[in-house]
T-cell receptor, first 113, second 112 residues
């Protein structure tokens, strides 16, 4: 079945440093979504990318969808303590039931003030 | 936050007992999902529904059953709880399958 892998699993940064997490799917995705989960909280939707090569920005966050629609990245510029949490990517494969998305295991970001 | 209510939010139960978790939505979304989250495993899909009485298995469905008799309600049942089912369970909804997912606040289940 479809597998979605994220690296790194953990990332510790000093406040002000940049952070990037990578997401790789074993199958071509019809879209990719990114979610953030604060410690003790529930995942919250951040963004969805649909087009091959698409790049979207949300303030200090930059999201990219690969040309082959099998990988994606999330880059945070100048991290802040409010960025702490686990970031998940998820997406439905073209060749499976579109009703469900497979999630990566997430990248947990800690920020040292 | 999307209108999703999970109950109970916390439960401790004994091995072998049945447990039902409830999810109620006020968004009239077609798709509803049950995920479990365990350390090191991210979010794993248990079952999902694409309409009233229409359900399908996810990647970790063994030991779980679901029912959806109304658009707004999705029940997850553990027929005979085991310690391996100790987890955080998230209900989620989506207007379109495979698109943006909104999560409930979670139900913490401990099986002793």
């Amino acid at each position: 079945g479809q597998q979605v892998m994220q690296i790194p699993q953990y990332q510790h940064v000093q406040e002000g440093e940049d952070f990037t997490t990578y997401c790789n799917s074993s199958t071509t995705l019809s879209n990719i979504q990114w979610y953030k989960q604060r410690p003790g909280g529930h995942p919250v939707f951040l963004i969805q990318l649909v087009k091959s090569g698409e790049v979207k920005k949300q303030k200090r966050l930059t999201f990219q969808f690969g040309e082959a629609k099998k990988n994606s990245s999330l880059h945070i510029t100048a991290t802040q303590t409010t960025d702490v949490g686990t970031y998940f990517c998820a997406g439905p494969s073209y060749n499976t039931n579109a009703g469900k998305s497979t999630f990566g295991d997430g990248t947990t970001l800690t920020v040292k003030p | 936050d999307a209108g999703i209510t999970q109950s109970p939010r916390h439960k401790v139960t004994e091995t072998g007992t049945p447990v039902t978790l409830r999810c109620h939505q006020t968004e009239n979304h077609r798709y509803m999902y049950w995920y479990r989250q365990d350390p090191g495993h991210g979010l794993r899909l248990i079952h999902y529904s694409y309409g009233v009485k229409d359900t399908d298995k996810g990647e970790v469905s063994d030991g779980y059953s679901v029912s959806r008799s109304k658009t707004e309600d999705f029940l997850l049942t553990l027929e005979s709880a085991t310690s391996s089912q100790t987890s955080v369970y998230f209900c989620a909804i989506s207007e379109i399958g495979g698109n943006t997912i909104y999560f409930g606040e979670g139900s913490w289940l401990t099986v002793v």
